[in-house]
């Protein structure tokens, strides 16, 4: 079978004119599926010496659909039955070699010539038998010129222990480059190698059984192995001699020129926290079938293969091994400046070449060995940062090597993606005005394998920014799937975030912020009856404005993906996904087609991953369109319970939790808040719980607000319930309550209102209100309220209200008869409250939006276009003033109490990202609620860098995160009850 689709057969046929002498054959069958008679038993040799005997064994195919196969001959002049080795393209077939026929090195073919292997270019490697020799030989030829020797029986082992005295398997690359293997005799023993030779030297021994392995524990036994197009092995190894024969008696080995023998992976390893137990490895040769040709090997040197552990897991892993040497950056002329060719390959725009010479020249990047190779584009500007205007009549090409010696240059015969804005001249390369910035691909009409790239350009005194190569299509969408996930990535899912919630801090427990790029936070969207799949049920995230979706790690990624879809249709367009590490460069790029009108449809998935943990910030932006985003199962790799950085700091801190001072405790639930993380969460929460001081437990459960675990609330509530210190339970309780804020309570109560009459001025007019409870609830609290404009009315009219349990499944109807005065747009307002185990509680508010007309109005639970919506009023102070003693709130508008920020200023100073500490907040409130505290941009209150609550008791402390150095900060605090007077100090 052939990677373009030929396959080539035998088959037994039934109903022949010859009976037995003509009922087999090998056939063709091609891409197409058009089907070719390559030979049948009965037909002439090719040479007319003799005619095909019955035919055995699996035939060969390759790219072309040229077909190999070892065959018999019988009726031949010599009177014997000779053994052939042929190749046949369906027209005409070719003897590469045949019992009889001379050899150049000596001797004539005598059979055994039923191992064989074929490559695309049409050579065929073979084992023969060779008159008067003991152990035969291994041979390639093509039919055209004089068959090749690679080696011959009778000779001595490379390594000059022994003798050669028989041959088996052969595998054979592109190049010509030929595996097999041979048996050696040394006196009393014989021993068994993987040799690899081409014929123009003597060929190489790569591992002998009784050799050690490259770990030193025990020594070879047996091989099978495979061979790859960069002239690397890898093969399946018995072992003897090993400390633990029953477990580690198996392994996978890897060899390349210049790194010699590497071990891959042996029974005993270490693999996902267990142990390897069993190893698959497919070799290229089945013994079970030996025609079967397979291979874990491809041509990157990357090893696949099936493994058990002792855990009862198991996979199929891909091994990737070393470079075969570091990545070279060099150039033909140098650098003025003390810039170098490795600033134009480096991932940053910001550094670049700046060359001495001002005529043709070269950069070279040297991979080391050869791989993929199919475009390259560049990024040149004036001065290193200036790329308006183009390069007037200049000159650039590209061009590539396997060894270094002989170069291919791209032309227009061969490569295309310059042509669009480039005239390519008498030298078929580019020589026009050539723009700034970023080139278009240069891409070849196929990708090659390459270990040298050039890029080659007219200097003209301008600077050379960035060099990028691609070894795929780079055209073509390049993305992760979900599968390229580990089961234990972070997945985030936005299920219990409240609808309409901003996600600036909500996700702290992750590591992870997401914002626009604009710093304006994303919200909690709720796509529900608007297209949603399966996975976006409930909620997804969403950004308000068109600008990119940002996402910030504390601790940087390998791989970050997420589901995608829009608000609004766009036209054909492409979603792309950037990966940026600490410095700003970019790392990694991930591009999906989007097919015109994608609204609501997020079932698109995209995403980026690089070799090492390196990712701290990606951005989702669609190109040419400025639409808000929505997004979903948000996942991460590796997992938080993964992250080193975060992780190797808890132990230590947990201990000094368990053990240490007050003052040491205190201290290590301030730094176990800088590192949210669930090892951070479960600490505090023990804490909280468990430490014999009560201002300690308080100081912890402040702590765990400000990480935005809700996994956390179960623990707060038994807190509450079980401590016998006052202090800690109203603590505890409101810590619920915050985190409810951001976390409501699964399984909402789902509430309808409607109107049941017009409402008309002066008129009553009833409204209803319908609440259904999808889960069992021990109490809800069901009630119609009053608003300014629109009172209910009392005595034998009085709304109904509804205090008690609630069953799943239950719908409970309530009634209520309202009027108001005026006509206009008004709205009743109707509270729900649910409250479990005396604690954690969730309240609804949910208004009735009427449109109150003459005639008759209507009415509908989402605000009428042009609704005025009530605003809090902000109060600013100075920059640098403390707030001080201040009556900062003392409005009471028509009866109403309405939220006010008032805000103070902090100045953040060095870059720091500590935590904002001082504010001792008191006055006369209801008591058991809480006030938010955040620090934003003095300028842009949308920019948020710390979110925290207070209950009103003291001294609080919030984190801090992601602001630029030397910014003027502003503290806010939102009051969410009617306050007289707020104190506070701050420095």
Request: glycine share 10%.
């Amino acid at each position: 079978f052939a990677e373009n689709g030929h396959i080539a057969f035998s088959a037994q046929l039934n109903n022949t004119n010859g009976g037995n002498a003509d009922d087999g054959g090998y056939f063709l069958s091609n891409s197409a599926g058009t089907l070719t008679t390559i030979v049948r038993e009965g037909d002439p040799a090719p040479d007319g010496n003799g005619i095909y005997r019955p035919l055995s064994g699996p035939p060969q195919v390759n790219a072309s659909g040229l077909v190999a196969y070892s065959s018999e001959f019988t009726a031949t002049s010599s009177g014997l039955n000779e053994l052939a080795v042929v190749v046949n393209d369906g027209t005409s077939a070719t003897i590469i070699a045949r019992s009889g026929q001379s050899i150049s090195a000596g001797g004539t073919f005598q059979g055994g010539m039923n191992s064989f292997a074929l490559n695309d270019s049409g050579e065929v490697a073979f084992m023969a038998g060779i008159e008067g020799v003991v152990g035969a030989g291994v041979f390639r030829g093509d039919g055209v010129s004089p068959v090749v020797e690679i080696s011959r029986g009778g000779n001595p082992s490379p390594d000059g222990n022994g003798v050669i005295d028989g041959h088996s398997e052969v595998v054979i690359n592109a190049s010509g480059l030929v595996a097999f293997e041979a048996s050696i005799s040394e006196g009393a023993d014989r021993d068994s190698g993987i040799f690899l030779g081409d014929g123009t030297v003597a060929a190489q021994i790569i591992a002998r059984s009784r050799q050690a392995v490259p770990d030193g524990n025990g020594d070879f036994s047996d091989f099978n192995f495979t061979l790859n197009d960069s002239g690397q092995l890898a093969f399946f190894a018995g072992l003897q001699n090993t400390a633990s024969p029953q477990n580690d008696n198996f392994g996978i080995y890897f060899y390349d020129e210049s790194l010699g023998l590497i071990k891959v992976a042996r029974l005993g390893d270490p693999l996902l926290g267990s142990t390897i137990t069993r190893l698959n490895f497919a070799s290229g040769i089945d013994y079970d079938q030996p025609g079967n040709q397979q291979t874990g090997l491809n041509i990157l040197g990357q090893v696949a293969y099936r493994f058990e552990l002792a855990s009862g897991e198991w996979g199929i892993a891909l091994w990737s091994g070393p470079d075969s040497g570091p990545l070279l950056v060099s150039g033909d002329r140098p650098g003025a400046n003390t810039t170098d060719h490795g600033m134009a390959y480096d991932g940053d725009l910001g550094t670049f070449f700046k060359s001495s010479y001002f005529d043709w020249q070269y950069l070279q990047i040297d991979f080391g060995k050869p791989r993929p190779f199919w475009g390259i584009r560049r990024y040149m500007t004036r001065d290193g940062v200036d790329i308006a205007g183009s390069r007037t009549t200049q000159g650039e090409t590209a061009l590539y090597s396997v060894d270094g010696t002989q170069w291919v240059e791209f032309t227009a015969l061969n490569a295309s993606g310059w042509d669009g804005y480039i005239n390519y001249g008498a030298r078929q390369h580019a020589w026009r005005d050539v723009p700034y910035g970023w080139s278009e691909w240069l891409v070849l009409d196929s990708p090659v394998l390459a270990r040298y790239v050039r890029y080659s350009w007219d200097g003209d005194n301008d600077a050379l920014n960035e060099v990028e190569v691609a070894g795929m299509d780079p055209g073509a969408d390049k993305t992760l799937s979900p599968t390229d996930f580990v089961s234990d990535a972070d997945v985030i899912d936005f299920d219990n975030l409240r609808k309409g919630a901003d996600l600036d801090f909500q996700l702290r427990i992750y590591g992870v912020r997401i914002q626009s790029e604009n710093g304006n936070p994303a919200v909690v969207f709720d796509p529900s009856e608007k297209g949603s799949k399966s996975h976006s049920l409930p909620f997804a995230a969403a950004n308000a404005s068109g600008s990119p979706l940002e996402f910030s790690f504390k601790v940087p990624r390998s791989k970050v993906g997420m589901y995608f879809g829009n608000i609004d249709a766009v036209g054909e367009t492409k979603a792309i996904l950037l990966a940026y590490d600490d410095s700003g460069s970019v790392v990694g790029e991930s591009v999906v087609s989007i097919e015109a009108g994608m609204a609501l449809d997020v079932s698109h998935f995209i995403g980026v991953g690089v070799a090492s943990p390196v990712i701290s910030r990606v951005t989702l932006d669609f190109e040419n369109e400025t639409v808000p985003k929505i997004i979903d199962d948000l996942m991460i790799e590796p997992g938080q319970s993964h992250l080193d950085p975060v992780t190797e700091a808890i132990p230590a801190l947990i201990a000094q939790l368990e053990t240490g001072s007050v003052t040491e405790r205190l201290n290590a639930i301030d730094e176990l808040t800088l590192r949210p993380s669930t090892g951070a969460s479960v600490a505090l929460q023990d804490a909280a719980e468990k430490d014999p001081d009560p201002y300690v437990q308080t100081w912890a459960v402040h702590a765990l607000i400000q990480l935005h675990d809700a996994n956390a609330i179960p623990a707060l509530v038994s807190i509450g319930l079980n401590t016998a210190d006052p202090d800690v339970r109203r603590t505890a309780y409101n810590a619920v309550w915050a985190l409810r804020e951001s976390f409501p309570l699964p399984d909402p109560l789902r509430i309808t209102l409607q109107a049941l009459t017009p409402p008309k001025p002066n008129e009553n007019f009833k409204v209803e209100a319908r609440v259904f409870s999808p889960v069992d609830r021990d109490y809800v609290q069901l009630k119609f309220r009053s608003s300014k404009d629109v009172y209910l009315l009392g005595g034998n009219q009085r709304a109904d209200t509804y205090t008690g349990p609630i069953s799943a499944g239950q719908e409970i109807v309530l009634e209520a008869t309202c009027r108001t005065v005026e006509v206009g747009q008004k709205l009743v307002p109707f509270s729900a409250r649910i409250t479990e185990n005396w604690v954690d509680a969730e309240s609804y508010e949910t208004p009735l939006y009427l449109d109150v007309q003459t005639s008759g109005g209507t009415s509908q639970m989402e605000p009428f276009p042009g609704w005025d919506e009530v605003t809090s009023p902000v109060y600013s102070l100075d920059p640098k003033v403390p707030l001080g003693e201040k009556n900062l709130y003392t409005k009471e508008a028509d009866g109403d109490k309405r939220d006010a920020i008032v805000s103070g200023n902090l100045f953040y100073e060095d870059g720091d990202p500590r935590q904002f500490n001082g504010f001792t907040p008191v006055g006369e409130h209801k008591p058991g609620r809480l006030m938010k505290v955040q620090v934003v941009d003095r300028n842009d209150f949308g920019k948020r860098f710390g979110e925290g609550w207070t209950d009103w008791t003291g001294a609080f402390r919030i984190p801090v995160e992601d602001v630029p150095s030397n910014m003027a900060l502003a503290v806010v605090l939102e009051v969410d009850n009617f306050v007289n007077k707020v104190y506070s100090d701050t420095d």
